[in-house]
Structures are given as C-alpha cells and as structure tokens.
C-alpha cells in the first residue's frame, strides 16, 4: 500500500552535469532568466534560482566530461515525514546515505531509483532572502522578477529515461507516496511512460522508456512560465540568441502542457511549459491510460512523438 499523500512536499531542485560549465551558465541565467546564488568552493559547481523559488537554489550545474542528471533533490513536508520516507526506502532494499554537501539544505538521505537516478530526500532547508537589488516590489515574493530573458517561474517537473518504467513508477508510489496521473500502456503491456505527482501539480516526475536499454539517463527537466504568451516569446529568444529549438511551441496531448523544447549548451534537453491551469485536486483521481494507437495519433496536436535522442552530447538534426 502506498504511503499517505504529502510526506514528499514538492520537486525541490536538480543537479545537471555539463562539459561545458561557463556557457551552460550563460544559458540559464541571460536565456531562462535565472540567478547566480554561489559556487562550490571548488567552481565545479554553480547554484541558480528562479526568482519564485523559496529556496536556496533550483538548479545545480558541475562541471563533468558529459551532460546528464546527478541528483534530484524533493523537500519532505517534516522532519518526521522525511524519517518515514527513509525508513519506507530501506525496506524496500532502497538503502542510501545521509551527506551535508550543499549550501541552504540540511542533511539529504541520497538513494537511488531501480533505474539508478540518484534522489536526495531532505527537510531542511534554508529560506531565501534577497539582496537590496533584487528584493521584489511584493513582500509575498521571493525575488524580484527579472528583467532580462524568458524569466521562468520555477522548476516545474523531471522526466528520466529508464530501461524499465514499471518498477520506477512504482517506487515513486510505493515508496515515496506519488500518484500516478497518466500513463502510456502498449498493445504487450508493458508501461512506455508515466507521470506522477507529489501534490496538486498534475505531475512532478515522469519516467520514459529509453529505447536504447540504457539506465540512469535523462530525457529533460521543465522550467514553468506564467503565461503560453512566455513560451511563445521564449522561441523567439532562442532564435535571436542562438538557442537550440528541437520542436514547439506545440501542446502536448498527455497533461495538456504548452511546451517548448531547447538544448542547452552542455548538451541538455530543456522544456519551456505553462502547465499552470491545470491541477489535481480530486482526492479520487483516476489514473488515465493511453494506449499504444490513442498515442500513435501524436504527441502534441498530431505532432509526431518526439523519440529519447538524448546521447550525453550533441542535440539531434532534425
């Protein structure tokens, strides 16, 4: 039986691997609209926030020979719930480590999926507060907005690859107390995808087939926009600064999500998406499932299904 719903809080930021670690910065801070919120003692490692985040910080980008996911890092709603959810993981063979390795966050117990993508639970965590420059007009805002870039909101969702999507969703659910909302089911059965959440969000992690049998890799993570207006002016940002544009803007057809697809220097896919209308709020909320034909129909607004090109490197041709 799955856990109760909220001892897992939120998403709360993500750990990207970059060769190329200056111009990933720039792309993330003059592009997306993110702030610099420090670096490791070492400079292998920057700390950026949205400007709507709590936090100390919502990405983490080090430096490392290929691109890729390290760690997602989600906020427990209390101390004893982040006990509990420790407690639910080593009973499932789940076994991580307790480590004290970034600035803003207490103690994190890292363990890893069945896939092996590396997850950070943690409670504590360090309040952001402003500098006089970018202290915000409204005193229930975090930042100021920026005035430069797209100006995502926050970090919105994760969608991991896995050589297996079953035994992943269910640690989510299982272990970790996420609903799953949607999902593909193909014509032998097998899960090719799901989407799962943690709160009223209609997702927060997802989990797709990688079709080259790989583990541990990533498909992209997603910055949400205020507005479908946001995305749109976000395509053309990328056209005027060079931005690798896969496809979009289109809306997806699973979730309903207006979406953009960019890769950033470092060799990551990311989604620019205003999934923000559209919540799950019935405590009931059956889990809806596509099947193999119903996806055939396409992606996005017949759109063709964007394959799992990620490689650790170069974006495709298309």
């Given at each position: 039986?799955?856990?109760?719903?909220?001892?897992?809080?939120?998403?709360?930021?993500?750990?990207?691997?970059?060769?190329?670690?200056?111009?990933?910065?720039?792309?993330?801070?003059?592009?997306?609209g993110l702030t610099e919120n420090g670096r490791s003692a070492d400079g292998t490692s920057v700390y950026l926030r949205t400007?709507?985040?709590?936090?100390?910080?919502?990405?983490?980008?080090?430096?490392?020979?290929?691109?890729?996911?390290?760690?997602?890092?989600?906020?427990?709603?209390?101390?004893?719930?982040?006990?509990?959810?420790?407690?639910?993981?080593?009973?499932?063979?789940?076994?991580?480590?307790?480590?004290?390795?970034?600035?803003?966050?207490?103690?994190?117990?890292?363990?890893?999926?069945?896939?092996?993508?590396?997850?950070?639970?943690?409670?504590?965590?360090?309040?952001?507060?402003?500098?006089?420059?970018?202290?915000?007009?409204?005193?229930?805002?975090?930042?100021?907005?920026?005035?430069?870039?797209?100006?995502?909101?926050?970090?919105?969702?994760?969608?991991?690859?896995?050589?297996?999507?079953?035994?992943?969703?269910?640690?989510?659910?299982?272990?970790?107390?996420?609903?799953?909302?949607?999902?593909?089911?193909?014509?032998?059965?097998?899960?090719?995808?799901?989407?799962?959440?943690?709160?009223?969000?209609?997702?927060?992690?997802?989990?797709?087939?990688?079709?080259?049998?790989?583990?541990?890799?990533?498909?992209?993570?997603?910055?949400?926009?205020?507005?479908?207006?946001?995305?749109?002016?976000?395509?053309?940002?990328?056209?005027?600064?060079?931005?690798?544009?896969?496809?979009?803007?289109?809306?997806?057809?699973?979730?309903?999500?207006?979406?953009?697809?960019?890769?950033?220097?470092?060799?990551?896919?990311?989604?620019?998406?205003?999934?923000?209308?559209?919540?799950?709020?019935?405590?009931?909320?059956?889990?809806?499932?596509?099947?193999?034909?119903?996806?055939?129909?396409?992606?996005?607004?017949?759109?063709?299904?964007?394959?799992?090109?990620?490689?650790?490197?170069?974006?495709?041709?298309?």
């Amino acid at each position: 039986m799955a856990p109760p719903l909220g001892d897992i809080a939120h998403l709360g930021h993500v750990e990207l691997l970059t060769p190329d670690l200056d111009a990933s910065v720039r792309f993330f801070t003059a592009y997306l609209g993110l702030t610099e919120n420090g670096r490791s003692a070492d400079g292998t490692s920057v700390y950026l926030r949205t400007w709507d985040d709590y936090e100390h910080h919502s990405l983490v980008l080090t430096a490392h020979e290929t691109s890729g996911i390290r760690r997602t890092a989600l906020r427990a709603s209390s101390e004893e719930a982040l006990q509990r959810r420790v407690k639910a993981a080593e009973s499932a063979g789940r076994t991580g480590r307790w480590v004290e390795d970034e600035p803003g966050i207490g103690p994190l117990y890292v363990t890893t999926d069945p896939d092996g993508h590396e997850i950070a639970l943690y409670w504590e965590s360090e309040w952001y507060r402003a500098p006089d420059e970018l202290k915000p007009g409204l005193k229930n805002q975090p930042q100021a907005k920026p005035g430069h870039g797209v100006g995502v909101r926050r970090l919105d969702h994760v969608n991991f690859l896995a050589a297996d999507v079953a035994p992943n969703g269910d640690f989510v659910h299982e272990v970790l107390g996420a609903r799953p909302t949607e999902q593909i089911r193909l014509d032998d059965g097998r899960i090719a995808a799901q989407w799962l959440t943690f709160s009223s969000k209609s997702y927060d992690v997802v989990y797709t087939e990688d079709w080259t049998g790989s583990q541990g890799r990533l498909h992209h993570i997603a910055f949400a926009t205020d507005t479908r207006e946001d995305v749109l002016r976000a395509a053309d940002l990328a056209l005027d600064t060079g931005v690798f544009i896969e496809t979009g803007p289109h809306k997806h057809a699973i979730q309903q999500t207006f979406f953009l697809y960019v890769y950033e220097p470092g060799g990551n896919r990311i989604e620019l998406c205003n999934p923000l209308t559209r919540l799950v709020l019935a405590p009931d909320w059956p889990l809806i499932t596509w099947t193999e034909n119903e996806r055939k129909k396409g992606q996005a607004w017949g759109l063709k299904t964007i394959e799992s090109f990620h490689t650790h490197g170069t974006p495709p041709v298309l």
